[in-house]
Nanobody
Framework: QVQLVESGGGLVQAGGSLRLSCAASGRTFSSNIMGWFRQAPGKEREFVAALTWSGGSTYYADSVKGRFTISRDNAKNTVYLQMNSLKPEDTAVYYC???????????????WGQGTQVTVSS
């Protein structure tokens, strides 16, 4: 019902910046919550940030608060994750996800993108 296409991953030096994009298509009206998650090697997938289309509320994990910013372009059905002051610990596969309703800070979203690799060199 909802397709998510991610872009923007890559290699960056510690302290640098990177912006991830997630374009949503299909029955996007059914998903009011958009989130970003990441999974490092040997670790479980964790919540990074999220927003709601209707209200514009934002949520951040403590580990990225003050460094990452989630935003949206309603006309393009696109969500962005601006990542600043990147650290080697931020290295992971980053996933875009959509959820119709329910809890925001959870990994139990309804739709997922393919993931994009972000590598931060030390």
């Amino acid at each position: 019902q909802v397709q998510l296409v991610e872009s923007g991953g890559g290699l960056v030096q510690a302290g640098g910046s990177l912006r991830l994009s997630c374009a949503a298509s299909g029955r996007t009206f059914s998903s009011n919550i958009m989130g970003w998650f990441r999974q490092a090697p040997g670790k479980e997938r964790e919540f990074v940030a999220a927003l709601t289309w209707s209200g514009g509320s934002t949520y951040y994990a403590d580990s990225v608060k003050g460094r990452f910013t989630i935003s949206r372009d309603n006309a393009k059905n696109t969500v962005y994750l601006q990542m600043n002051s990147l650290k080697p610990e931020d290295t992971a596969v980053y996933y875009c996800a959509a959820r119709e309703k329910g809890f925001v800070v959870t990994v139990h979203y309804d739709y997922w993108g393919q993931g994009t690799q972000v590598t931060v060199s030390s």
